[in-house]
């Protein structure tokens, strides 16, 4: 069984800085793809940031040159890093990975439980 525990989010104010980890654990044969997703109260989910296994990272244009995603293998997990908050980053955060499970012929995405994050003006 292969399980995202997401840690970091909380209530900051407008221009402050938050961090967000996501550790992967379980049977894991290899992990592809990692992203941060966000969704606000009333708004569909959308993608923040993406990095994959090797290449380039990529970043919704909301949050480009605020926020840098970066993963450390060895420990399975990913980061988002978030400076420069605005009240409109207020949204729970959720991290996904495509993931390869002992046994298993292919990908699979999974999902983190989500972490609030609220930015106050």
């Known amino acids: 069984q292969v399980q995202l525990v997401e840690s970091g989010g909380g209530l900051v104010q407008a221009g402050g800085s938050l961090g967000l980890s996501c550790a992967a654990s379980?049977?894991?044969?290899?992990?592809?793809?990692m992203r941060w997703y966000r969704q606000a109260p009333g708004k569909q989910r959308e993608l923040v940031a993406a990095i994959p296994s090797g290449g380039s990272r990529n970043y919704a244009d909301s949050v480009k040159g605020r926020f840098t995603i970066s993963r450390d293998n060895a420990k399975n997990t990913v980061y988002l890093q978030m400076n420069s908050l605005k009240p409109e980053d207020t949204a729970v955060y959720y991290c996904?990975?495509?993931?390869?499970?002992?046994?298993?012929?292919?990908?699979?995405?999974?999902w983190g439980q989500g972490t609030q994050v609220t930015v106050s003006s």
């Open positions: 996904s990975a495509l993931i390869r499970g002992l046994g298993d012929y292919y990908d699979r995405n999974y």
């Open positions: 379980g049977s894991i044969f290899s992990i592809n793809a």
